[in-house]
């Protein structure tokens, strides 16, 4: 049962131009979604995060959106760099789950020049 | 202050070897975690702990063991290794305020 789903497995987009990755979600008890960017051999980086009484979190070039109704949520990225290139997680945990990340299977996005 | 630091980078086990990868932060975090990651797939959670001495099992914890006798250390435990265990593990960490967890670079570990 994946209770948080990336449909798509990779993006590309031109350098300057707006990515835009799609998350959505089954569980309705996640109260809390992150966006975590991974480069090869690396672990992991948190990027941005939003609460579940927001639908708006902005952060510099990042900005995340969340329509709890539609239970989804998605990141965009304004101008997209070709240092952006890299594999995007979506997570999502629930205020039960002991802070318990559920991750989705990522998205990779390629920025091209 | 180096963050969470995972040791070893590699490892190439034969079926039916044991070993133990060690997870080391020192964010003085109380919870501590252990995730695997399978190619095209996402981060799966072992298992995990609230503090010093807690620990509790997560989505796939089967073939794994962990202890947690200090903050800084949860190391994980594979006995009987196996081929399905090959994959890439990364140890986190984070406050139980909220926020984000943090995680280290990874052990890749292939069982032949």
């Known amino acids: 049962d994946q209770q948080v789903k990336q449909n798509s497995p990779s993006l590309s987009v031109q350098e300057g131009r707006i990515s835009i990755l799609n998350c959505d979600y089954t569980?309705?008890?996640?109260?809390?979604f992150l966006w975590y960017k991974k480069y090869p051999a690396e672990g992991p980086t948190f990027l941005i995060s939003?609460?579940?009484?927001?639908d708006k979190n902005e952060d510099g070039r990042f900005t995340v959106f969340l329509n709890k109704s539609a239970k989804h949520l998605s990141l965009h990225i304004v101008p997209s760099q070709p240092g952006d290139s890299a594999v995007y997680f979506c997570?999502?945990?629930?205020?039960?789950?002991?802070?318990?990340?559920?991750f989705g299977q990522g998205t990779r996005l390629t920025i091209n020049p | 202050n180096a963050g969470v630091t995972q040791t070893p980078k590699f490892r190439i086990l034969k079926i039916g070897q044991s070993m133990t990868l060690q997870c080391t932060q020192d964010m003085n975090h109380n919870y501590m975690y252990w995730y695997r990651q399978d190619p095209g797939m996402g981060l799966k959670l072992i298992y995990y702990?609230?503090?010093?001495?807690?620990?509790d099992k997560g989505e796939v914890p089967n073939g794994y063991n962990v202890s947690r006798s200090t903050t800084e250390d949860f190391p994980l435990r594979l006995e009987l290794a196996a081929p399905s265990q090959t994959s890439v593990y990364f140890c986190a960490s984070s406050y139980p305020e909220g926020g984000s967890e943090y995680f280290g670079p990874g052990t890749r570990l292939t069982v032949t």
């Open positions: 939003i609460s579940s009484i927001k």
């Open positions: 702990s609230v503090g010093a001495g807690i620990t």
């Open positions: 569980n309705s008890m996640f109260d809390y």
């Open positions: 997570a999502a945990r629930s205020i039960q789950g002991a802070q318990k990340l559920v």
